[in-house]
Antibody
Framework: QVQLVQSGAEVKKPGASVKVSCKAS????????MYWVRQAPGQGLEWMGIINSSGGATRSAQKFQGRVTLARDTSTSTVYMELSSLTSDDTAVYYC????????????????WGQGTLVTVSS | DIQMTQSPSTLSASVGDRVTITCRAS??????LAWYQQRPGKAPKLLIYEASTLESGVPSRFSGSGSGTEFTLTISSLQPDDFATYYCQQHNTYWTFGQGTKVEIK
């Protein structure tokens, strides 16, 4: 069965960076694009970026460009999201999610999600 | 950027009620629309994709319709498990979510 297991909660100081991992299993990792989505406390869902799990190409939402780095390790079927220059506004639960289909530049909804990683930014 | 607007923001209903949530896109997205359910403390769950196709394992009381800029999610007979927050999402151009509709117990 498809599973996405994320790394644990993080507490960071303003100005620091955080790196969240998402380990996939139960399917052919390189066949599916992966996404990152975040949700601030009591707020809605916000798409952050997408990575091609095969070739490694990435795109990020304009809001996060220059601050987010997406990467993947095909040997461990893991994707990573690093967010830099953290502020209190970055306090949120961060999710990885998988594309529902293959190809087409990943233009799909998200069918499997990780359990979420809470990142708290506080001085 | 394509903006997604859901209404209402909150909906109070009883078990057995028929519930409809509306989602409007700022420009045409054909039928590239999905609906998700999110329970407190949990990740979202895909319910419907391509506006009207039920994801495998999702109860048939959920249905979706619409195309272009206007979409609806209908729950034909609300069950206790259905009290949650629902989000629409467009994937025509990148990905954008609506602000969510919380379905609460009346």
């Amino acid at each position: 069965q498809v599973q996405l297991v994320q790394s644990g909660a993080e507490v960071k100081k303003p100005g620091a960076s955080v790196k969240v991992s998402c380990k996939a299993s139960g399917y052919t990792f390189t066949s599916y694009y992966m996404y990152w989505v975040r949700q601030a406390p009591g707020q809605g869902l916000e798409w952050m970026g997408i990575i091609n799990s095969s070739g490694g190409a990435t795109r990020s939402a304009q809001k996060f460009q220059g601050r987010v780095t997406l990467a993947r390790d095909t040997s461990t079927s893991t994707v990573y999201m690093e967010l830099s220059s953290l502020t209190s506004d970055d306090t949120a639960v961060y999710y990885c999610a998988r594309a529902r289909g293959v190809g087409h530049g990943g233009s799909y909804p998200f069918d499997y999600w990780g359990q979420g990683t809470l990142v708290t930014v506080s001085s | 950027d394509i903006q997604m607007t859901q209404s209402p923001s909150t909906l109070s209903a009883s078990v057995g009620d028929r519930v409809t949530i509306t989602c409007r896109a700022s420009q045409s997205i054909n039928t590239w629309l999905a609906w998700y359910q999110q329970r407190p403390g949990k990740a979202p769950k895909l319910l419907i994709y391509e506006a009207s196709t039920l994801e495998s394992g999702v109860p048939s009381r959920f249905s979706g319709s619409g195309s272009g800029t206007e979409f609806t999610l209908t729950i034909s007979s609300l069950q206790p498990d259905d009290f949650a927050t629902y989000y629409c999402q467009q994937h025509n151009t990148y990905w954008t979510f609506g602000q969510g509709t919380k379905v609460e117990i009346k």
